[in-house]
Nanobody
């Protein structure tokens, strides 16, 4: 059973940065594309970014270009999401998920999900 475990969330002030981690089962990064999603209270889950098996990355929040950076460490079976210049609007539960399909922002196309890590941005 493929497992995904997120960490790195917390309470931060506006303008600060966070790096979220998604540790996967061995060989996952060779077989699946890994996406990051977020869900704020009362809102639908939305795609943030995705990195494919070849290491290419996509970003889905056009208005936030430049603040999110996805990367991965194959030796550690880990995908990271760096979030810079955090805003109150970034407050949400952040999830990583795996898809056998191409990278996309549709949550229904992702098969495996982690339990999420909470990011709260507040002064």
């Amino acid at each position: 059973q493929l497992q995904l475990v997120e960490s790195g969330g917390g309470l931060v002030q506006p303008g600060e940065s966070l790096r979220l981690s998604c540790v996967t089962s061995p060989d996952t990064l060779e077989r699946y594309q890994i996406g990051w999603f977020r869900q704020a209270p009362g809102k639908q889950r939305e795609g943030v970014s995705c990195i494919n098996r070849g290491g290419a990355s996509l970003y889905f929040l056009d208005s936030e270009m430049g603040r999110f950076t996805i990367s991965r460490d194959d030796a550690e079976n880990t995908v990271y999401l760096q979030i810079d210049r955090l805003k109150a609007e970034d407050t949400a539960a952040y999830y990583c998920a795996a898809t056998i399909q191409f990278c996309n922002s549709n949550p229904s196309r992702y098969i495996y999900w982690g339990r999420g890590t909470q990011v709260t941005v507040s002064s």
